[in-house]
């Protein structure tokens, strides 16, 4: 069935610094990908998706872009803030195989002034 | 303000209790779901509604009972759960059954944190 891996956590990083959290994926479709954030106390909320190959999703700084070809779907940030502190989850979406929404375990972001 | 509002926010029970959790969405979508999440584990989902129908038991033990009344409202009745049921509960909505939709997005509420003695 789908599933999608995505690197153990934590991952504590200084201001500035330079963030990637890996994610790679299984799907017998073709699936949507997107990454989540929770921020501490709160609900998951939707970062941003790509819905096809080569797509690239971006938000708030983040971006990360649909590689078919290497099953996956890193999250990259260029300089990391410590409001950016959080749960990120890589997920997928396949309607045309498992019909469901997959989560990954979560990576867990510290940054530090 | 995500849309989606669950109460309690946290909740403590024994596991001779009997007690629900409350969902609730004014986004005016089709979809619901109850989602468990376990520290270092992913997102296992539990119970998915599609106007108000029950679409999707994952295999979820029979002291869990969703209901669902409208499709503004979820519930998750609780009863004999054993403490590794001690969890964070969160409740999601779409506006069609797993992003179907154009945005594909699944909206959350902050979740119930669930301790069981």
């Known amino acids: 069935g789908d599933s999608v891996t995505q690197m153990e956590g934590p991952v504590t990083l200084s201001e500035e610094a330079f963030l990637t959290i890996n994610c790679t994926y299984t799907a017998t479709g073709y699936p949507s990908l997107f990454w989540y954030v929770q921020y501490p106390g709160e609900g998951l909320q939707l970062l941003l998706k790509a819905t096809k190959a080569d797509d690239k999703g971006s938000n708030k700084g983040f971006e990360a872009t649909y590689r078919k070809e290497t099953t996956s779907f890193h999250l990259e940030k260029g300089s990391v803030q410590v409001s950016d502190s959080a749960v990120y989850f890589c997920?997928?979406?396949?309607?045309?195989?498992?019909?469901?929404?997959?989560f990954g375990a979560g990576t867990r972001l510290t940054v530090k002034p | 303000e995500t849309g989606v509002t669950q109460t309690p926010r946290h909740l403590v029970m024994g596991m001779t209790n009997k007690k629900s959790l409350k969902c609730e969405q004014h986004l005016g979508h089709n979809a619901m779901y109850w989602y468990k999440q376990s520290a270092k584990k992913p997102l296992e989902l539990m119970f998915v509604y599609n106007f108000k129908e029950q679409t999707e038991n994952n295999s979820v033990p029979s002291r869990f009972s969703p209901e669902c009344p409208n499709s503004s409202h979820l519930f998750l009745h609780l009863h004999t759960l054993q403490p590794e049921d001690s969890a964070l509960y969160l409740c999601?909505?779409?506006?069609?059954?797993f992003g179907a939709g154009d945005t594909g997005e699944l909206f959350f509420g902050e979740g119930s944190r669930l301790t069981v003695l």
């Open positions: 997920a997928l979406s396949d309607l045309l195989g498992d019909n469901d929404m997959r």
């Open positions: 999601a909505s779409s506006q069609d059954i």
